[in-house]
């Protein structure tokens, strides 16, 4: 390990049972997810969540696409006026979990804080919905956001990205097709982010050096590799850090977490983001585990990270047409 764990997550991991990754079958995930969904509400799952902003209003309306329909949460102040930022988020669990609820403490702070609009997109799961699903849902649900923009009070000129773990895929991909699909991007947000989901993703150093960390195991992520990904498909297609060309992308904050199996992909991501010219802030938590924004009641590091990530947005998304909106 790169580090010590903190106490309150070795504590809980202790009281944990994690399944055979291994051998754990496309039914056991879904059975899995669904335990999941009721820990996080269980008093445990609350004190390792935190609780939202008490300023945000909290609502879960549905997104009709083409063929189908998703549930996105949406995060708006109580008392702020109308064209808001709009910020669309994207949770974390391997494209094979998670929800947007997971997000709740830190979405509605910075829905409170910005203030903006952010709208996190339940997006489809494999292995029900395998990749390339997870990836059409973000690009046609930015879009149509994009044109819904005004119920919620938005603003569709001043749009930020964010995500973390396969989120972050989704955000950092959505990014790169920006240009392609009209997306007004200012700023993206990747959190401890899986950005290479080819076979290389077990060669990076932290995979080895943080085998022992309790979230994102090695067999955790072997087991994501096998569900979320058909055998057939060309796992470049999804990765970002494989992206050939990366210039002109909006300003990226990238933020790691010294004690993830994933953490060398935020480095190398934000060297490619440099050479390309894109401007970059890579902040490395040394105490932080995968998804410790998703946990803040376990980690400490997670508010200076909410601190950093509200920052960043604040600088550049309350900036109209070359005025400085106070």
């Not at 819904?148 to 964010?162: H, I, K, Q, S």
């Not at 890579?282 to 909410?306: D, K, N, Q």
Request: net charge negative; proline share 9%.
């Amino acid at each position: 390990m790169r580090g010590k764990v903190p106490l309150r997550v070795r504590i809980l991991t202790a009281l944990s049972t994690e399944p055979d990754w291994d051998s754990i079958t496309p039914d056991e995930v879904i059975e899995l997810r669904e335990a999941q969904f009721r820990k996080r509400r269980s008093a445990i799952g609350r004190l390792a969540t935190g609780k939202p902003d008490r300023g945000a209003t909290i609502t879960t309306p549905v997104l009709d696409l083409p063929e189908r329909r998703l549930g996105i949460r949406v995060y708006r102040p109580e008392h702020a006026g109308a064209d808001l930022p709009l910020i669309v988020a994207f949770h974390g669990g391997g494209f094979i979990g998670g929800a947007p609820d997971q997000d709740d403490w830190l979405l509605s702070h910075l829905a409170v804080n910005c203030p903006a609009v952010v709208i996190s997109v339940d997006y489809r799961l494999a292995p029900e919905h395998p990749v390339p699903a997870p990836i059409e849902d973000a690009y046609e649900s930015v879009s149509h956001l994009l044109e819904l923009a005004p119920v919620w009070g938005a603003d569709p000129t001043r749009l930020a990205l964010l995500g973390a773990s396969a989120g972050a895929t989704l955000a950092a991909l959505t990014a790169i097709k920006a240009k392609e699909l009209g997306l007004p991007v200012r700023a993206q947000v990747l959190i401890n982010p899986q950005l290479d989901w080819t076979a290389r993703v077990f060669e990076y150093p932290s995979f080895t050096e943080n085998a022992d960390s309790p979230t994102a195991t090695p067999a955790n992520c072997r087991a994501v590799q096998r569900i979320a990904l058909p055998a057939s498909f060309d796992a470049r297609a999804i990765s970002p850090i494989e992206t050939d060309d990366l210039a002109g992308l909006a300003p990226a904050l990238i933020q790691s977490a010294g004690l993830d199996t994933l953490e060398d992909q935020a480095p190398a991501y934000a060297e490619r983001l440099r050479e390309a010219g894109v401007e970059v802030a890579l902040t490395r938590y040394p105490e932080a585990v995968h998804a410790f924004l998703s946990i803040p009641g376990l980690v400490p590091a997670a508010r200076p990270a909410r601190a950093e990530i509200l920052a960043h947005l604040r600088s550049h998304l309350l900036e109209r047409s070359g005025a400085a909106a106070r």
